[in-house]
């Protein structure tokens, strides 16, 4: 069976895309702790990251630098803070968060609650300098 990840690079399930190549894929956190909070992800159904052959592991961080540059040019902070958790899908995955302070990556934090046309609009200006 797959995962949900899975489901959302074969287009099973819609995201908001952010970017991909022939081996990761890009994508909003529907439940984000700031705006512009991305996932990153490998189209190969691994569950921890650190089990990912080293290719893999190593074009993973490569196209995630790459999209958290876009972040970085499109949401106003500080740094692009990164996580690596892997309990909540069992698919490696890459958070990737804009941030003022440490404090802003805490996933205790309640989540934002974003309208579907904001997700979109974010979506779209990072995915726009993803591209460029």
């Keep these: 069976m797959s995962t949900i990840f899975t489901k ?5 399930i819609p995201s ?7 081996k990761c894929y890009a994508f909003l956190d529907i439940n984000p702790v700031a705006k512009g909070h991305t996932l990153v992800i490998p189209k190969v159904e691994v569950d921890y990251i650190f089990d990912l052959n080293d290719d893999t592991f190593a074009e993973l961080m490569l ?3 790459k ?5 970085e040019k499109t949401v106003p902070c500080n ?19 804009p941030i003022q302070s440490e404090a802003d990556l805490s996933f205790s934090r309640p989540k934002l609650k974003l309208p579907p046309n904001e997700m979109e609009t974010i979506a779209q200006k990072i995915r726009k300098n993803f591209l460029s």
Excluded: D, M, T
């Excluded at 959302?8 to 099973?12: A, D, H, Q, S």
């Excluded at 740094?79 to 968060?97: D, K, N, T």
């Design 8 to 12: 959302i690079v074969n287009g099973e």
């Design 16 to 22: 908001y895309k952010i970017g991909e190549n022939e």
């Design 63 to 65: 196209f995630a630098r």
């Design 67 to 71: 999209v958290a540059k876009s972040i």
């Design 79 to 97: 740094r692009i803070g990164v996580a690596v958790l892997g309990l909540e899908v069992p698919h490696a995955h890459i958070h990737l968060v």
